[in-house]
């Protein structure tokens, strides 16, 4: 059974820039979570979908931060402009429902400069 | 305000020996706690957990133990081996299934 994938696995960019993550579950979860862990942080959860409805965004900053999961398959989680305390690894996780086990991808790591 | 705490950031364990992860959280309304296993460079994955209206799980080698009334969990790996060498994250559940993430402990396993 394939995991969750996740592109690009690093990124760099200069303040102010945007940038795009990309995330696939596991084939038929229903339910994806989008985490943020800062270093020396557990993950923070930012927005969790459960099919293409939102289920939870409330620390998700709005002011720049994005996402959606139009198909309720893959999903994008974007940043405009991004500030430098948005370095922080982006992890995706996906489960088969709410409350389900969680399955984590390798994450994205975001350097901001 | 950390509902999460994991007060020690690294410990060091002799292999063939106990480690002993430990966790406390604040909020008595949480009904399920989890703990993550991490290594570099991949994300979380999931390695046991209990329910609050229990006080021992065991898996295998790994025992969580949860103190309800002292909120505290411990993680119990027994005897400990080199690929347990990672970091370990305590993590609770809320009543709408969100997941509060311990800042981690970074288990190192010496030969």
């Known amino acids: 059974e394939a995991g969750v994938a996740q592109s690009p696995r690093y990124k760099i960019i200069e303040k102010r820039q945007s940038v795009a993550f990309w995330c696939n579950p596991i084939?038929?979860?229903?339910?994806l979570y989008w985490y943020q862990q800062i270093l020396g942080q557990g993950p923070k959860l930012l927005i969790q979908?459960?099919?293409?409805?939102?289920?939870?965004d409330s620390q998700l900053p709005k002011d720049r931060f994005s996402a959606e999961r139009l198909k309720g398959v893959d999903s994008t989680l974007k940043i405009q402009p991004a500030k430098l305390e948005d370095s922080a690894v982006y992890l995706c996780?996906?489960?088969?429902?709410?409350?389900?086990?969680?399955?984590f991808g390798q994450g994205t790591r975001l350097t901001v400069v | 305000d950390q509902q999460v705490k994991q007060n020690s950031p690294s410990l060091s364990v002799q292999e063939g020996r106990i480690s002993i992860l430990n966790c406390d959280y604040t909020?008595?309304?949480?009904?399920?706690f989890l703990w993550y296993k991490k290594y570099p460079a991949e994300g979380p994955t999931f390695l046991i957990s209990?329910?609050?209206i229990k006080d021992k799980n065991e898996d295998g080698r790994f025992t969580v133990f949860l103190n309800k009334s002292a909120k505290h969990l411990s993680l119990h790996i027994v005897p400990s081996q080199p690929g347990d060498s990672a970091v370990y994250f305590c993590?609770?559940?809320?009543?709408?299934?969100?997941?509060?993430w311990g800042a981690g402990t970074k288990l190192i396993i010496k030969p």
């Open positions: 084939s038929g979860h229903a339910t």
């Open positions: 996780a996906s489960s088969s429902n709410q409350g389900g086990q969680a399955f």
């Open positions: 209990i329910s609050s």
């Open positions: 909020n008595s309304m949480f009904d399920y």
């Open positions: 979908f459960q099919n293409n409805g939102v289920v939870d």
């Open positions: 993590a609770a559940r809320e009543s709408n299934y969100q997941l509060i």
